[in-house]
């Protein structure tokens, strides 16, 4: 999981863990949460060597090194590996329209 550091606080904390909770993962076992500042550059690979799913939040791939053209709340598929991008957690906690778009993709991505 990526989210925007400046915009992560308690509230999107719970939110993101009703999340997965919801997609039926483990917060503390499957989850490995990164808070990345906007600006700044980082290279998944680098960082993580094994992992599945991305799933993005408020952030453009850009920022992990993927320099592709992708469309929110629309799965990406490469290899065996799945990336979601998504709004922020901030404006999925006011917009019951975004929150039921994530679901429904989500729902499908995880089969719940």
Not at 22 to 40: G, Q, S, V
Not at 98 to 106: A, P
């Amino acid at each position: 999981l990526v989210v925007e550091k400046s915009k992560y606080s308690t509230m999107e904390s719970a939110t993101l863990q009703l999340i997965i909770k919801a997609i039926k993962l483990d917060f503390e076992k499957d989850i490995i949460l990164l808070k990345i500042d906007d600006h700044e550059k980082v290279s998944l690979s680098s960082l993580i060597n094994d992992y599945q799913d991305i799933l993005i939040f408020g952030l453009s791939p850009s920022v992990l090194g993927f320099f592709i053209e992708y469309k929110a709340y629309h799965i990406l598929q490469f290899e065996k590996k799945r990336m979601l991008v998504a709004d922020s957690l901030q404006e999925l906690n006011v917009s019951k329209s975004k929150k039921g778009l994530l679901w429904s993709t989500l729902q499908n991505m995880y089969q719940v």
